[in-house]
């Protein structure tokens, strides 16, 4: 099997790499193959002819997509069909990454697959957008959403909460945003699943629910961490970044990003997980 991973580098798509590596992969980032390339991109996919493609790639930074907005469509909407139709040209199964944050967040009870699609921010939008054209140019294709995903090779807001809390006093973390920590490396393998599944999108993230805090205070736990961890409300927790960032426009978070998964084996649970995560870097000692 052939398999072609986009945004090879990424903190998603170094763990897909990883996990396909007995396979024949081919690992290119945007040095590579810049997928805002139309020409290039449908030259270069069908020169290989893979049988799988896996694009990790995107812009990823939801504040930086409210301050370049072009960037933002460019990467995460109007690359896809030139990617959906090189795959469909050599038929290859498209395996495209999106998020949660095509929803709105506003439903406790969390989102299915079939739910309709509200993006409240830039990114979800394009994210959005790029879903709808995925499915318009090909029908191999299989949307994977998933959620609040942390990795090895990755700047991400779980990380950040990490870093500090081996090396600060304190950390501020939101009380009110709720979701489900997913460890990178868990996606990739749930892919070798989904793939065999029939064309359509699937949530995939570590199983039960919490909030930020929540999985702060567990990091802390596994840790031993001293580190104080104050809860804010995610409105303050925004001011301080405008503070921070100034004349930055910040995204809207969704609230509740439960996404809910019919459609495949749940996940393990996203303690487990993080205990994992936490043992793979070495921030604590592997028990066997
Ligand atoms: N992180 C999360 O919490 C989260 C949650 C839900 C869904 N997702 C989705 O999961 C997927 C992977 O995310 P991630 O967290 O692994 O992101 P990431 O670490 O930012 O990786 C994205 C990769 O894409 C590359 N890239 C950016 N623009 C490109 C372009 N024009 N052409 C080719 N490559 C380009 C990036 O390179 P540079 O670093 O050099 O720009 C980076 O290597 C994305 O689709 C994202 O929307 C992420």
């Known amino acids: 099997m052939k398999v ?29 193959l ?12 069908q020169e290989i002819e893979p049988n799988i493609v896996i694009n990790c790639a995107a812009y990823t930074d939801f504040d930086g997509c409210e301050n370049d907005v072009d960037k933002a469509y460019e990467v995460n909407a109007h690359s896809l069909p030139a990617i959906a ?42 994210k959005a957008i790029g879903e709808d054209l995925v499915r318009k140019h090909m029908d191999d294709f299989r ?22 809390l081996k090396t600060e006093t304190e950390v ?3 009380q009110d945003l709720y ?18 599944k029939p064309p359509g999108i699937y949530h995939v993230t570590n199983s039960y629910n919490c909030s930020r805090f929540e999985l702060a205070k567990e990091m802390a736990r596994l840790l031993d961490s001293e580190c104080k961890i104050n809860p804010l409300n995610q409105d303050d927790y925004l001011e301080d970044l405008k503070i921070h960032k100034p ?15 019919d459609k495949i084996t749940p996940l393990r649970g996203w303690k487990e997980a993080l205990e994992d995560y936490l043992k793979d870097t070495s921030d604590l000692k592997k028990t066997n």
């Not at 072609?4 to 990424?10: F, I, N, Q, Y």
């Not at 810049?34 to 270069?44: A, G, M, P, S, W």
């Not at 979701?179 to 065999?196: C, F, M, N, Q, S």
């Open 179 to 196: 979701g489900r920590p997913t460890y990178a490396k868990d996606v990739a393998i749930a892919l070798r699943e989904i793939i065999e």
């Open 172 to 174: 501020d973390v939101a």
């Open 34 to 45: 810049d997928i805002t390339n139309e020409k290039q991109v449908l030259k270069r996919i």
């Open 247 to 261: 004349g930055m426009k910040l995204a809207t978070r969704p609230k509740y990003c439960y996404l809910l998964n």
């Open 4 to 32: 072609l991973v986009l945004g090879a580098k990424g903190m998603l798509g170094s763990e897909v790499v990883n996990e396909f590596s007995n396979e024949e992969v081919i690992a290119w980032d945007v040095n590579d």
């Open 143 to 164: 949307i994977v959403r998933t959620c609040w995903l942390y990795g090895k090779s990755g700047i991400c807001r779980i990380n950040e909460i990490l870093q500090k």
């Open 85 to 126: 139709t090189a795959c469909k040209r050599c038929n290859a199964t498209l395996i495209h990454i999106s998020s949660y944050m095509v929803f709105d967040g506003k439903n406790k009870e969390g989102y299915l697959e079939d739910d309709a699609k509200i993006p409240i921010s830039v990114y979800g939008k394009a």
